[in-house]
C-alpha cells in the first residue's frame, strides 16, 4: 500500500531550526510543512510590506532555507511553507536567489496568494456580504471598516496541488490554513479530489494536519507528559505516515529527544478546537469522535477510523484592525510582607491614575505569584510569601494614556514600599484586534503561479 | 467516597480560539470518563471559574477518547492580541480546571493512580538510551 512520509518542520514564527533539520537528515520524509503564521503575524507582515514593498514575508526562511535545502533537495524532499504571508512572490524570489548560490537548481518553486482580500473587501461587501463577527455576533464591520489593517482567508488547499501537480519542488504561500499545508501534499501523491467520495480520506488527511501541524506540541511540547519526554531539550517534531487507505501513524524523527504517545496525541486533537465532531477546514469537515488510537511501538500511535464530510462553502478570514494601545507595568515586592506591600503599591498606582485623570478602556492589576494565571478561581494562601510581583496592565485609545501606566509604574520603584525591584520598563504596545468571520469561498481571488530556477 | 481534586483523576491542555478558552479534559479511565461527563457540567464549570468567563460554556462528550472539549466563551479578556491578561492564549485555565473538588469513589482514584504508574513504567526514558522508533 502507497505510504507518504510527511513532517512538520514549523509550527509557528520563531520555532526551533535543528528538528527540521534533523527531520530533513534522519526522518526519511518526502514532504516537510512549516506554519509560521498566527492571527497577528498577517497584521504585523502587512504593515511591514507597507512601508517596503520588497518586506512583508516571514524573512527567518533566509537563513533557514539556506541551513535546510542543502539537506532537503538532493534527497528529493519538497517543503511546503507559508512563510509567503503578506508577500509570497517576494519570498519566493529570495528562495530562488538561495537556490542559486547554492547551486541546487533546476528547481521549480510554487508560489501561492490571494488570499488577502482586503484590497477588494469592500467590493464583497457591495455585493450584500457583512463579515458578522463570529465571536461578538456583531453583524458587520461598517464601525471598524477605517481602522482595518489585515484582512485574510484560511485559503485551502487547491492550488498547493496545483502547483505540485506543475511539478513544485517547493511551494511558498501566503495565509493558507497551517491544516493546508500537509493536506496539500497528501491529496496530490493519493491523486484525491474535493468530490464526496474522499470524504472520510480528506477528513483523514485534515485530523493528521492538525495533529501534527504545531510541531512540538505532539511530541511532547506543553504536555502532561513532560515529566518522562526523553532528552526534552532534543525534541524531535512529529511526522506523519499516511497510508492510501487513510490510515496514519504518529511517530517522530529517527533518535530524537521528546515522546509520542496516545496522551500526547489526545492533548493536540483536542488542543485549540470547537466542536469536535466537527473540526472546520478549508479542505474538510474532520470528526474527531469516530477515530481511534493505537499505540504500536515506541513513540507510535496508529489512528484509524478517521471520518468527516465534505469541506465548507465559506473560508474563515481573519480581519486585524486596530484598537488602541497597552501600557504595562511591573515590580516585585520581597518577603518580608511581601503580598501587604504589593497591596500598598496598588492603591497607590490607583490613586496616581484618580490623582492624574487617566481614563482607560480596561484596567487589570495582578499578584503575580499569588493569582495571575487562575485569578478568582485561586484561592489565597495565607501565608508570608518570599515575594510577589505587581503587574499593572491598561488598554487606552491613546498612546500617551498608555505611556502614564507605564510611567506610574518605573514610579512605584523608586516611591514605592521598601525593597521595591524592578527590571526593564516594559515599552507601550498598539493594539491590533481581531474580528473572525466568513467569506464566500468564490469570492476570494487565489492565484498561483511557477518560478522556475536554472540549474 | 471522597472529595478530589479532578488533577487526581484526569489530564488537561488548554488553548485559545479568539475570546474563547477551549480546555480538553482527558480521563485516566474509561470508568472515570463516564464519572466525568456525568458530574463536570457547564454550571458546574463557570461556577469553578468565578467571575472570569463572561460568555456560556459547552462541553462536548469525545467517547472514543474518553475527554472532554470544555469551550468557555468570552474567558480570555477580549482574546490573545488585545487582553492584559499576562496568559494571553489561556494555556493555564487547564489547569485551573483541575482544582475543582468533586466527590468520587475511592475505586475511581485507584483506577487513575494504576494509570500514573503505567505511564511511568512504560514511557520513562531509560538513561542513556536512545530509543528509536520501530519502522514496520
Given amino acids: 500500500m502507497k505510504e507518504i512520509r510527511i513532517g512538520s518542520g514549523s509550527g509557528f514564527w520563531g520555532d526551533l531550526l535543528e528538528p527540521a533539520l534533523e527531520m530533513a537528515e534522519n526522518g526519511d520524509v518526502q514532504y516537510i510543512g512549516f506554519d509560521h503564521l498566527a492571527e497577528l503575524t498577517m497584521a504585523i507582515l502587512n ?140 491529496m496530490y501523491e493519493f491523486g484525491w479530489d474535493y468530490s464526496e ?30 515529566q518522562v519526554s526523553e532528552r526534552p531539550w532534543e525534541i524531535g517534531f512529529p511526522i506523519a505516515e499516511f497510508y492510501e487507505n487513510g490510515e496514519a501513524v504518529i511517530t517522530k524523527t529517527l533518535g530524537s529527544g521528546g515522546i509520542v504517545n496516545q496522551w500526547t496525541v489526545k492533548e493536540h486533537l483536542l488542543y485549540e478546537i470547537m466542536d469536535p465532531a466537527n473540526y472546520m477546514m478549508p479542505d474538510g469537515i474532520a470528526d474527531f469522535t469516530a477515530l481511534h488510537l493505537i499505540e504500536e511501538g515506541m513513540n507510535r500511535v496508529r489512528v484509524t477510523n478517521m471520518k468527516g464530510k465534505k469541506r465548507p462553502d465559506t473560508l474563515k478570514v481573519c480581519i486585524g484592525y486596530r484598537d488602541g494601545f497597552i501600557g504595562e ?67 487606552t485609545k491613546s498612546r500617551e494614556e498608555a505611556e502614564v501606566v507605564r510611567r506610574e509604574a518605573t514610579h512605584l520603584w523608586t516611591m514605592g514600599p521598601i525593597g521595591a525591584s524592578f527590571g526593564v520598563p516594559l515599552d507601550v504596545r498598539p493594539v491590533i484586534a481581531l474580528w473572525p468571520s466568513l467569506v464566500p469561498r468564490e469570492a476570494v481571488r487565489v492565484e498561483s503561479t511557477i518560478m522556475e530556477v536554472s540549474g | 467516597m471522597a472529595k478530589i481534586q479532578l488533577k487526581e483523576l484526569a489530564f488537561a491542555r488548554s488553548g485559545d480560539k479568539g475570546d474563547v478558552s477551549n480546555i480538553g479534559l482527558m480521563a485516566k479511565s474509561k470508568n472515570i470518563y463516564d464519572f466525568l461527563l456525568k458530574t463536570i457540567t457547564p454550571e458546574r464549570v463557570k461556577e469553578h471559574f468565578k467571575g472570569m468567563i463572561k460568555g456560556g ?54 483506577e487513575a493512580e494504576t494509570t500514573d504508574r503505567e505511564i511511568l513504567r512504560r514511557y520513562s526514558p531509560i538513561s542513556g538510551s536512545n530509543v528509536q522508533p520501530i519502522k514496520r
Fill in chain 1, 329 to 395: 507595568g511591573l515590580a516585585f515586592f520581597p518577603w518580608p510582607d511581601a503580598l501587604e506591600k504589593a497591596k500598598w503599591a496598588e492603591q497607590w498606582v490607583r490613586e496616581r491614575f484618580k490623582r492624574l485623570g487617566v481614563k482607560f478602556e480596561e484596567l487589570r492589576i495582578d499578584y503575580v505569584g499569588v493569582n495571575m494565571l487562575h485569578g478568582e478561581a485561586a484561592p489565597i494562601e495565607d501565608k508570608d510569601f518570599n515575594e510577589v510581583g505587581l503587574r499593572i496592565a491598561a488598554r
Fill in chain 1, 47 to 186: 504593515r511591514m510590506k507597507t512601508k517596503n514593498p520588497e518586506l512583508g514575508y516571514i524573512q527567518d526562511i533566509i537563513p533557514w532555507m539556506k541551513k535546510l535545502l542543502p539537506i532537503s533537495v538532493p534527497k528529493g524532499i519538497k517543503t511546503i511553507t507559508n512563510a509567503g504571508g503578506a508577500n509570497p512572490l517576494q519570498a519566493a524570489k529570495e528562495v530562488k536567489k538561495i537556490i542559486q548560490e547554492l547551486k541546487l537548481g533546476p528547481m521549480k518553486i510554487g508560489v501561492v496568494y490571494g488570499d488577502d482580500i482586503l484590497p477588494y473587501i469592500d467590493e464583497i461587501r457591495a455585493q450584500g456580504w457583512k463579515f458578522k463577527n463570529l465571536d461578538t455576533g456583531e453583524e458587520d464591520i461598517e464601525r471598524i471598516r477605517k481602522d482595518i489593517v489585515a484582512a485574510n482567508a484560511y485559503i485551502g488547499a487547491d492550488l498547493i496541488i496545483e502547483e505540485l501537480k506543475k511539478g513544485a519542488d517547493l511551494v511558498i504561500t501566503g495565509r493558507v490554513s497551517d491544516n493546508a499545508l500537509y493536506v496539500g501534499p497528501l
Fill in chain 2, 57 to 110: 460554556v459547552e462541553i462536548y462528550p469525545v467517547p472514543n477518547i474518553e475527554s472532554l472539549e470544555i469551550i468557555l466563551r468570552r474567558a480570555l479578556g477580549g482574546g490573545a492580541t488585545c487582553t492584559l491578561r499576562f496568559d494571553q492564549t489561556g494555556k493555564s485555565m487547564g489547569q485551573a480546571l483541575l482544582r475543582m473538588e468533586v466527590q468520587a469513589d475511592e475505586a475511581l482514584l485507584k
Fill in chain 1, 197 to 226: 467520495r474522499y470524504g472520510d480520506r480528506i477528513a483523514a488527511a485534515v485530523t493528521v494536519g492538525h495533529i501534527i501541524e504545531c510541531s512540538a506540541c505532539v511530541t511532547g511540547g506543553m504536555s502532561n507528559m513532560w
